[in-house]
């Protein structure tokens, strides 16, 4: 019989008395947030430039509650005090949990990204009874048009691909911090609130507002990070790293696939066009840890607390070298209930077998994480569920939105609240 682990935080929605903005990660009490003007003539921001709307300290409200601007229009977008930048409205409620996402370049962060969130929305509510929704439609448009490329396409037939992530772009921002200009990544940010029917309400399922990084794999390259473009300290903050080895591109797990692989990822005489990365991802890996050790000031042996998920992407292309994976879903649903409970053990089981096809083929990697991070778990997951088309007339590669079919995309987030403890997915206990 399935029991559910406990919890005993009551779930109580009040209004929070310290934040920490999710753009420059600075810390301020509530009473000092910002308001963003909708007034069309209240232009330009001190931080943000002319063409940005104001932002003010409220000292004027209507009798609804709603701030003020020296024109009188009500305002109800909000803003960081440090950078000005904007920020949704559930930071007020919910605690932050922050998930960044590092890989090298073209290790599969984009696509994975897309299938994870995609198949969230559905799977926390049809299994867990859990909303999983936008905190800020404008924050996540370019998660949203990541999907509706993979899995609202109306051209079900065509060969789609997802734009490669820049290290400039939509995906940052241009703000003023002490005066100097200075370039933030863009979160994408969700919220997790039980539904109505949540069979275990007298629990704490807690909500919570889920921030997540994606940077161009560039962004970790050495000498990248500095003053002005400090676009990946959010791994200070993390309560998980996810980094995603892109087996493919190792040659070491090239020659492990003896049998001809029929995946232009694997095998370059298929043809197409499928963008590798110039540098070794281990050496992204390495440079990673290096800046969390200089900016949380952790000694050279010092491990990391927070989790470290390595996430082997591309399944799909060497599953012939995981031959203990059932691909079985990793959640049972509970007797009688509308709710499914987590298996832990069983993805700690695959992360023991994983952990040594990584040792037999790739031992530094292993070495490197764990020398870390005190908790490290090894995943493995597929975006699309099977491989490029090349497209004959161009010879470049993508995928056709009607075969994509991902694996296992949404457990590393799910294995993630298990062992940070947030407490949105009740564990399997056999």
């Known amino acids: 019989m399935s029991t559910l682990n406990e919890y005993s935080t009551p779930n109580r929605m009040k209004i929070r008395t310290q934040i920490s903005c999710p753009h420059c990660w600075h810390e301020f009490s509530t009473d000092q947030i910002l308001f963003i003007s909708e007034s069309p003539e209240l232009l330009g921001d001190v931080k943000l430039g002319d063409i940005a709307p104001v932002r003010f300290l409220p000292f004027r409200f209507d009798v609804s509650g709603a701030a003020l601007d020296s024109h009188g229009i009500a305002c109800h977008k909000l803003a960081c005090p440090n950078c000005h930048l904007q920020i949704p409205r559930a930071i007020l409620q919910m605690p932050n949990s922050f998930i960044s996402i590092v890989g090298a370049p073209a290790s599969g962060k ?4 897309a299938s994870m969130i995609w198949k969230l929305r559905k799977t926390m509510t049809r299994n867990f009874c859990m909303n999983f929704t936008d905190a800020d439609t404008a924050m996540n448009k370019r ?16 060969i789609v691909a997802i734009e490669k992530t820049e290290a400039q772009g939509d995906i940052y921002n241009r703000t003023k911090i002490n005066g100097q200009e200075t370039t933030l990544a863009q979160p994408f940010t969700f919220t997790i609130t039980a539904m109505p029917d949540h069979p275990f309400q007298k629990q704490a399922y807690r909500s919570q507002m889920i921030c997540l990084y994606d940077n161009a794999g560039e962004s970790f390259l050495p000498g990248s990070d500095n003053i002005t473009q400090p676009v990946t300290r959010h791994l200070v903050k993390s309560d998980v790293i996810m980094f995603l080895f892109d087996p493919t591109q190792d040659q070491r797990f090239q020659k492990a696939c003896k049998k001809t692989v029929a995946d232009p990822q694997m095998n370059s005489s298929l043809g197409g066009t499928v963008r590798r990365s110039e540098v070794r991802q281990e050496t992204v890996l390495t440079e990673m840890i290096e800046r969390i050790r200089a900016h949380a000031r952790l000694s050279f042996h010092e491990k990391h607390k927070r989790p470290l998920i390595i996430v082997l992407t591309k399944l799909d292309a060497w599953k012939q070298l995981a031959t203990f994976f059932d691909y079985k879903r990793l959640w049972y649903r509970l007797p009688d209930k509308s709710i499914c409970v987590f298996d832990v053990k069983k993805i700690e089981e695959y992360s023991q077998q994983l952990r040594q096809l990584l040792l037999d083929l790739i031992p530094d990697l292993v070495s490197t994480a764990e020398s870390f991070a005190e908790n490290v778990t090894y995943m493995a997951v597929s975006a699309t569920g099977g491989p490029p088309t090349v497209d004959p007339k161009t010879n470049a590669t993508g995928y056709i939105p009607s075969t994509i079919n991902p694996v296992w995309v949404e457990t590393p987030f799910l294995y993630a609240q298990t062992i940070t403890k947030k407490y949105c997915v009740p564990i399997y206990n056999p």
Do not use: A, H, P, V
């Not at 998660?143 to 065509?158: A, P």
């Open 143 to 158: 998660i949203r048009d990541y999907e509706s490329t993979q899995f609202m396409n109306t051209g079900e037939n065509k």
């Open 110 to 113: 984009s696509y994975f990204l």
